[in-house]
């Protein structure tokens, strides 16, 4: 039976806010996008456009899909906080609290990749590949993993960015730029380790440069590792850097170079190119997932995150 029902769902990002009502994808009512500016304003816009929409019951519950360091422990008293962010002032936020004192609905939260993860499983490119990875490489690196149609929170949600890959200090001398970690894979591989490294933004950069190469090396290496613990049925890689769609034949070719037959499937050996793949949502994964989280809450009695 489809589903008519509306939700709220907010993409919030640590650059801008997305804020949805939608019953689906199919089903998008009204949309507002602002720049995160400092979280009294940029949440008070939040609340003064849901605020109609839950007063009048048009919206059964919200979901959001929140920049980070969040705390997603649904025992710890900073539950739903924005923990320490260099971000200006979002230090100690209680998104959660807040939202839920000002709109009085059932709100869900989640990492900003948890649920864009969701949003890919629900509707987009790894709907019914169950497990899936959903990667961004952009200003940073983040994973969300869905198991049983849920995103995998463990001790903390998973930190993938941060992962440590090999690094051929000849070949590459750029030391990383991870504040905590130096040449972790985000510190070596997102946008702005790319334009650290080439003195330009990876936007800039020409196809043919054998940078590319690299980067696609690092890219390869963090996804077996991927594979070979979490064994994903299906990869979409977003963000920024992922815009450059020749860098999709060069991973899949060196996954497979680095796997070295090991693996049999025959995602891995004939299929690749449908296995790592750019997100069937385009740039409404984060929104549209946060949708899904909305739904998932309204669905399940149990949830720990209600
Ligand atoms: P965010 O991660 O902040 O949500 P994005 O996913 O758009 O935002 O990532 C922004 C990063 O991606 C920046 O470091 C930028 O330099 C890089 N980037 C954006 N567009 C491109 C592009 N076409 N090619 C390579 N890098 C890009
Ligand atoms: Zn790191």
């Not at 816009?45 to 919206?59: D, L, N, T, V, W």
């Not at 969701?118 to 990875?133: F, I, Q, R, T």
Request: hydrophobic share 40%; aromatic share 8%.
């Amino acid at each position: 039976m489809q589903n008519k029902k509306l939700y709220g769902g907010i993409e919030a990002g640590g650059t801008k806010f997305v804020c949805v009502v939608a019953g689906g994808p199919s089903h998008i009512v009204d949309e507002i996008r602002f720049k995160t500016t400092m979280p009294e304003e940029t949440l008070g816009r939040a609340i003064q456009f849901f605020k109609p929409f839950a007063a009048s019951g048009q919206i059964h519950a919200i979901g959001v899909g929140c920049f980070g360091p969040l705390d997603v422990n649904p025992g710890s008293p900073t539950y739903g906080y924005i923990t320490a962010t260099p971000k200006t002032g979002w230090s100690n936020t209680n998104v959660l609290g807040i939202l839920r004192g000002a709109l009085g609905i059932k709100i869900a939260i989640d990492t900003d990749v948890n649920a864009a993860g969701l949003g890919e499983y629900k509707w987009g490119v790894s709907s019914g590949h169950d497990p899936s990875l959903y990667l961004t490489i952009g200003t940073g690196i983040g994973g969300g993993y869905i198991k049983d149609g849920r995103s995998l929170i463990g001790l903390l949600s998973p930190e993938m960015g941060h992962i440590r890959i090999p690094h051929n200090h000849e070949l590459d001398p750029f030391v990383g730029n991870c504040s905590f970690h130096e040449d972790c894979f985000e510190g070596l591989a997102s946008g702005p380790a790319i334009e650290k490294r080439m003195g330009m933004s990876g936007a800039m950069i020409p196809e043919n440069d054998p940078f590319w190469n690299l980067e696609a090396d690092y890219i390869a290496s963090a996804l077996v590792n991927y594979i070979l613990t979490l064994s994903p049925k299906k990869i979409v890689l977003g963000g920024g850097v992922m815009q450059r769609e020749f860098l999709f034949p060069k991973i899949r070719w060196r996954v497979r170079e680095l796997l070295n037959g090991y693996l049999t499937s025959k995602s891995l050996l004939e299929y690749i190119e449908d296995y790592i793949v750019p997100p069937g949502l385009g740039n409404q994964s984060g929104s549209l997932g946060a949708i899904a989280l909305a739904m998932q809450l309204n669905e399940t009695n149990n949830d720990p995150r209600i």
